[in-house]
């Protein structure tokens, strides 16, 4: 007989919705060893194929179930920096677990029978956290003499910092904001991520030497050029997909119309949430109306959900998508912990129009209901709007979850910089080098918005460019 | 970054407006007319944006000019010489376009004087006939007075009280010169109010007018869209698209409304700070 895949331990739902501390509380030694234990060990295993990295997941896993931990750990360290991170923000159900043999494969995600590698890869980092574990350094002297700046301290950014300090070579990142980590800190909400995780693993780099410069734009406070001038021998762009998308429906800039991006950055990173004590404000509403399906769309919701009840309003917060549940883009977890937390979803709902009142504040949105169609580029079914399906939905707070493009702050002023039509950055795919010799790029600004782990990927290729670059 | 020198430029019983000289080389270094900085006095600070009233790039210092309004510019207005502001970044926004346009009429009121101050500036270095028109309330709130009077061709006054100039409004000057002659550029930098009356002024005689808009943001880089503005039926980002826009082409109704969004919180915090 099969046995069942180990469930992770995580705070109850009536815990979490008055606090941002994590959901996901991993697994104990012994579950991890009971899941490990799950893993085939497969003559020819598929999972890796699955990871953007190519993490040996087979390895690892043995290597869990021998409790050599810290082996685990180096094997996972190969080909990524930073497992504490990957195991709590990968979507893991539509990478390595739905490539794993035990998952079904008729599903768009993986099933539950497929191994927990996600957890387990968590529980390695999260082991090498508490212990003090160090990866070891794979220090060149010919790269020693060499400095590199890096644009952007968000998964990209820290990626590259990681694997070029490790070889020994002097970085330092350059960040806009005047907090590190970028999407990974105004993005992704504490109830995933929790920020002891990220700011060990930024402290972990500064121990390896890179120097992190805040309030600092490319572009604007330094050019490109500048750079150069001043040492540099290469540059890193990992400028990511900063700028929400509208909808460009009528009343979209209506008070408390936010994109999900300032609506959680309001609350990631100035922490609205803890006003007055902090100092930046955020309106909640009786009725939060969030627009999206993707990972984004539900972390704004549980957000939102969090601070009506900080707020002491009745919760009351809804997602809205075109299409059906299946379709969203979405964690198959973080759906069903915005579910279990209180969050409504409504279905096969598309957006029309914002109203608001005299003071110009939102009250509700005119949508219509939508029908399933043939699938369209992405391989989704494409909705189909209801013509005379009008209705409306309460709303004093709207959050518009629907994509990211391209900053364009620093290409828009250094022509050389050679982008495509959605302002994405030109590299060649094998050395990730841009339209400029010396400068690579990686992340969401080079083929648009993806994963962290994508993200982790491209860095590391472009990492080991520069470093063959240099030498 | 370490504040260098504070002066109190006015003070009355419900306001003051401090100047800031910061030590800041990489953005005195960059700073151009119309640009600004988004600034945070603590950790736990709103970000919000201040128009770069002047730079030294010799001395790599900037300078800004607050008018003590809410809780973040009260909180800035605190900060004595000495105190390090735990973020400035810059410069952000396009600066202005200098050119030689030919004779052009700069309206600043209130704070707004000190933003239109840096325009001024560097369109008097490349030829331009300047006009200049500022207001406020009252006297003591009449900012950089002696420094607009040493560039300007002609500078102009008005205070609501008269108890300096001309008793009235920017506007009413503004009127009486478009109507005597033709000028090329009108630019204005003030409250919402002024900058929409001045608008709707030049619309009529179709004299170009540009305004520089004091828009809430967070990040300043584009990447949340609450500076969000209707510029010709469009919308715009202030801190990258602007924050100068077409006075002729802004939808002020909206914007107005946009800037009240908290209020509420605004009149909290200050109520629990005794500000």
């Given at each position: 007989?099969?046995?069942?895949?180990?469930?992770?331990?995580?705070?109850?739902?009536?815990?979490?919705?008055?606090?941002?501390?994590?959901?996901?509380?991993?697994?104990?030694?012994?579950?991890a060893?009971?899941?490990?234990?799950?893993?085939?060990?497969?003559?020819?295993?598929?999972?890796?194929?699955?990871?953007?990295?190519?993490?040996?997941?087979?390895?690892?896993?043995a290597?869990?179930?021998?409790?050599?931990?810290?082996?685990?750990y180096?094997?996972?360290?190969?080909?990524?920096?930073f497992?504490?991170?990957?195991?709590?923000?990968?979507?893991?159900?539509?990478?390595?677990?739905?490539?794993?043999?035990?998952?079904?494969?008729?599903?768009p995600?993986?099933s539950?029978?497929?191994?927990?590698?996600?957890?387990?890869?968590?529980?390695?980092?999260d082991?090498?956290?508490?212990?003090?574990?160090?990866?070891?350094?794979?220090?060149?002297?010919?790269?020693?003499?060499?400095?590199?700046?890096?644009?952007?301290?968000?998964?990209?950014?820290?990626?590259?910092?990681?694997?070029?300090?490790?070889?020994?070579?002097?970085?330092?990142?350059?960040?806009?904001?005047?907090?590190?980590?970028?999407?990974?800190?105004?993005?992704?909400?504490?109830?995933?991520?929790?920020?002891?995780?990220?700011?060990?693993?930024?402290?972990?780099?500064?121990?390896?030497?890179v120097?992190?410069?805040?309030?600092?734009?490319?572009?604007?406070?330094?050019?490109?050029?500048?750079?150069?001038?001043?040492?540099?021998?290469?540059?890193?762009?990992?400028?990511?997909?900063?700028?929400?998308?509208?909808?460009?429906?009528?009343?979209?800039?209506?008070?408390?119309?936010?994109?999900?991006?300032?609506?959680?950055?309001?609350?990631?990173?100035?922490?609205?949430?803890?006003?007055?004590?902090?100092?930046?404000?955020?309106?909640?509403?009786?009725?939060?109306?969030?627009?999206?399906?993707?990972?984004?769309?539900i972390?704004?919701?549980?957000?939102?959900?969090?601070?009506?009840?900080?707020?002491?309003i009745?919760?009351?917060?809804?997602?809205?998508?075109?299409?059906?549940?299946?379709?969203?883009?979405?964690?198959?977890?973080e759906?069903?912990?915005?579910?279990?937390?209180?969050?409504?979803?409504?279905?096969?709902?598309?957006?029309?129009?914002?109203?608001?009142?005299?003071?110009?504040?939102?009250?509700?949105?005119?949508?219509?209901?939508?029908?399933?169609?043939?699938?369209?580029?992405?391989?989704?079914?494409?909705?189909?709007?209801?013509?005379?399906?009008?209705?409306f939905?309460e709303?004093?707070?709207?959050?518009?979850?629907?994509?990211?493009?391209?900053?364009?702050?620093?290409t828009?002023?250094?022509?050389?910089?050679?982008?495509?039509?959605?302002?994405?950055?030109?590299?060649?795919p094998?050395?990730?080098?841009?339209?400029?010799?010396?400068?690579?790029?990686?992340?969401?600004?080079?083929?648009?918005?993806?994963?962290?782990?994508?993200?982790f990927?491209?860095?590391?290729?472009?990492?080991?460019?520069?470093?063959?670059?240099?030498? | 970054?370490k504040?260098?020198?504070?002066?109190?430029?006015?003070?009355?019983?419900?306001?003051?407006?401090?100047?800031?000289?910061?030590d800041?080389?990489?953005?005195?270094?960059?700073?151009?007319?119309?640009?600004?900085?988004?600034?945070?006095?603590?950790?736990?600070?709103?970000?919000?944006?201040?128009?770069?009233?002047?730079s030294?790039p010799?001395?790599?210092?900037?300078?800004?000019?607050?008018?003590?309004?809410?809780?973040?510019?009260?909180?800035?207005?605190?900060?004595?010489?000495?105190?390090?502001?735990?973020?400035?970044?810059?410069?952000?926004?396009?600066s202005?376009?200098?050119?030689?346009?030919?004779?052009?009429?700069?309206?600043?009121?209130?704070?707004?004087?000190?933003?239109?101050?840096?325009?001024?500036?560097?369109?008097?270095?490349?030829?331009?006939?300047?006009?200049?028109?500022?207001?406020a309330?009252?006297?003591?709130?009449?900012?950089l007075?002696?420094?607009?009077?040493?560039?300007?061709?002609?500078?102009?006054?008005?205070?609501?009280?008269?108890?300096?100039g001309?008793?009235?409004?920017?506007?009413?000057i503004?009127?009486?010169?478009?109507?005597?002659?033709?000028?090329?550029?009108?630019?204005?930098?003030?409250?919402?109010?002024?900058?929409?009356?001045?608008?709707?002024r030049?619309?009529?005689?179709?004299?170009?007018?540009?305004?520089?808009?004091?828009?809430?943001?967070?990040?300043?880089?584009?990447?949340?869209?609450?500076?969000?503005?209707?510029v010709?039926?469009?919308?715009?980002?202030?801190?990258?698209?602007?924050?100068?826009?077409?006075?002729?082409?802004?939808?002020?109704?909206?914007?107005?409304?946009?800037?009240?969004?908290?209020?509420?919180?605004?009149?909290?915090?200050?109520?629990?700070?005794?500000?």
């Open positions: 007989m099969k046995k069942e895949a180990v469930k992770v331990n995580e705070l109850k739902a009536q815990e979490r919705s008055s606090s941002f501390s994590e959901v996901v509380l991993g697994y104990f030694e012994k579950q060893l009971q899941e490990a234990q799950r893993c085939l060990q497969c003559k020819n295993p598929t999972c890796s194929q699955g990871c953007p990295v190519g993490i040996d997941i087979k390895k690892f896993i290597q869990i179930t021998q409790k050599n931990y810290e082996d685990a180096n094997t996972i360290k190969e080909k990524n920096n497992p504490s991170i990957c195991g709590r923000v990968c979507p893991a159900e539509y990478q390595c677990r739905k490539a794993c043999i035990l998952s079904k494969k008729d599903s995600f993986a539950d029978q497929a191994i927990n590698i996600h957890f387990l890869e968590r529980f390695v980092g082991f090498a956290i508490k212990n003090e574990l160090e990866p070891s350094l794979a220090k060149d002297r010919r790269l020693s003499k060499f400095k590199v700046a890096i644009v952007g301290s968000g998964p990209a950014g820290l990626c590259v910092a990681g694997e070029l300090a490790r070889s020994g070579v002097k970085v330092t990142v350059y960040e806009a904001l005047h907090k590190t980590g970028g999407v990974l800190r105004y993005g992704i909400p504490p109830f995933r991520l929790p920020r002891n995780i990220l700011d060990f693993e930024i402290d972990y780099l500064k121990k390896l030497g120097e992190f410069v805040l309030n600092f734009i490319v572009g604007r406070t330094k050019s490109l050029e500048e750079l150069f001038k001043e040492g540099y021998s290469a540059v890193f762009l990992g400028l990511g997909a900063g700028v929400p998308s509208f909808l460009g429906l009528d009343g979209e800039n209506l008070c408390n119309v936010y994109s999900a991006n300032e609506f959680l950055t309001r609350i990631n990173l100035m922490k609205a949430y803890k006003f007055p004590q902090y100092h930046t404000p955020i309106n909640a509403g009786k009725s939060i109306v969030v627009i999206g399906g993707g990972n984004t769309a972390d704004a919701a549980r957000a939102a959900l969090r601070l009506q009840k900080i707020q002491a009745p919760e009351n917060t809804t997602i809205i998508y075109r299409r059906t549940e299946t379709e969203m883009p979405a964690r198959r977890l759906i069903e912990h915005a579910r279990q937390e209180g969050v409504n979803f409504k279905f096969l709902v598309q957006p029309v129009g914002f109203k608001g009142n005299e003071q110009g504040f939102i009250e509700k949105i005119e949508c219509l209901e939508c029908k399933l169609g043939k699938p369209d580029s992405s391989g989704r079914r494409r909705p189909i709007p209801q013509e005379g399906s009008n209705f939905m709303s004093e707070t709207a959050i518009i979850a629907v994509g990211l493009k391209a900053n364009t702050l620093l828009g002023v250094t022509p050389e910089l050679k982008v495509d039509k959605y302002s994405d950055l030109v590299v060649d094998k050395t990730m080098q841009t339209s400029i010799e010396g400068v690579y790029a990686g992340g969401d600004i080079v083929g648009g918005e993806g994963t962290v782990i994508e993200a990927g491209t860095a590391k290729k472009a990492a080991a460019s520069i470093k063959r670059g240099l030498i | 970054m504040i260098i020198n504070k002066k109190i430029l006015a003070k009355t019983q419900i306001t003051k407006i401090v100047q800031f000289k910061l800041a080389p990489a953005i005195a270094k960059k700073a151009k007319a119309g640009q600004f900085v988004v600034v945070m006095a603590t950790e736990k600070s709103e970000r919000i944006p201040l128009t770069l009233v002047d030294n010799k001395e790599g210092t900037i300078v800004l000019i607050v008018q003590e309004a809410g809780f973040s510019t009260k909180q800035l207005g605190e900060f004595q010489e000495g105190d390090s502001l735990y973020s400035v970044t810059g410069p952000l926004g396009h202005t376009e200098i050119k030689n346009h030919g004779k052009i009429i700069l309206v600043g009121g209130g704070v707004g004087i000190a933003e239109i101050y840096p325009v001024a500036k560097a369109l008097k270095k490349v030829g331009n006939d300047l006009t200049v028109i500022i207001g309330k009252t006297k003591e709130l009449l900012i007075e002696k420094k607009l009077k040493e560039l300007a061709d002609s500078l102009c006054i008005a205070t609501d009280d008269g108890s300096s001309r008793k009235g409004f920017v506007t009413d503004l009127d009486e010169l478009i109507n005597k002659q033709r000028y090329d550029l009108v630019y204005a930098v003030g409250p919402l109010v002024m900058m929409q009356e001045v608008a709707k030049t619309k009529e005689r179709n004299i170009k007018t540009l305004v520089s808009l004091s828009v809430l943001m967070v990040d300043a880089t584009g990447m949340c869209g609450c500076c969000r503005v209707s010709g039926g469009e919308t715009k980002f202030a801190c990258v698209d602007g924050p100068e826009f077409d006075a002729h082409l802004v939808d002020w109704g909206e914007l107005g409304k946009r800037n009240n969004v908290y209020k509420k919180q605004e009149n909290h915090i200050c109520r629990l700070n005794n500000l």
